[in-house]
């Protein structure tokens, strides 16, 4: 809302400010940090008291967090979910297209999150929402995306895939690429989902991934930077740094409570739509490959989650001691905030490669 106040600054220059997608995705940062300041104790305190014994811990999981993690309420994706939606309103451009499909997905798939962590809280159950029936609910939010962009875009740019460090690599894959889109989407949302195991592991990776796609969507809807860059130049993107803008303070705001020993969990209110979040903008820029670099934390959590599965099934033994992987490294005696930060560690790491490609061309 507040990018209409250029239209005010041919009789107050100082207006003119808000014409920037840097500012715009400052305030950004800042109101979203301080809605979940200010909004968050509320919100935890009202969901203790709905929920009762909060979300229930995975017997099959690691017996410690059955006394430690217990009672715990969880949704707290709604804390994140509520603070960038309220400053994406207000800071972002209310007539980008890219901004209202990327919301589309956050909010469906925080919708589906949100369903299933109901279910699970009202009884106190893991095996709630049928996991079938979600990722089809998930690939109706994520396919509708898909086409928008699609049709957003220039074809054949639109439905084509950029592959980094090639100048001129592009494979266009026509209508097909929606289905590609979808799993990118989906594959991003559960991947974030199976992070978040362990209090504070998947929201600074969300972060970081956030504080890039923020920087990739801001060069790759500028022409000037685009061109010096050599990257491809996608209309209307640059919006979207405003969101990931957003999306940095309300999880920033979030971990303040999320620190171990959290005050409250994410739950897949909040990891399913920051991932397909975070996934719909790779999408949007056509950096879904740079994707599977800057959220490769993400990737090695779902790998090791069907390896496992596969590897049991086929010959009946584990190759982790226990999946998802930062199960694993607990079983072999790390201690939670070990786990944590190296894992941070790896996200920024990580980042740094996936940003890389952006001159390496």
Known sequence: MLYWLVDLSDKLTVLNVFRYITFRTGGAVITALLFVFLFGPWIIERLRSLQGKGQPIRTDGPQSHIVSKAGTPTMGGLMILAGMLVSTLLWANPTNPYVWVVLWVALGFGMVGFYDDYLKVTRQTHNAFPGRTRVLVEAAIAAAACVAMVELGHLPFSTSLVFPF????????????????????????????????????????????AASF??????????????YLQIHYVAGTGELAVLCGAVLGASLGFLWFNAPPASIFMGDTGSLALGGLIGAIAVATKHEIVLAVIGGLFVLEAVSVIVQVVSFKLTGKRVFKMAPIHHHFEQLGWTEPQIVIRFWIVSVVLALAGLSTLKLR
């Open 166 to 209: 090639f100048k001129e690599l592009v494979i266009n894959f026509g209508w097909f690429y929606v289905l590609f889109g979808i799993f990118i989407m989906i594959g991003a949302g559960n991947a974030v989902n199976l992070t978040d195991g362990l209090d504070g592991l998947a929201i600074v990776p969300v972060m970081i991934a």
């Open 214 to 227: 923020g920087m990739i969507a801001y060069l790759c809807g500028n022409a000037v930077f685009a061109d």
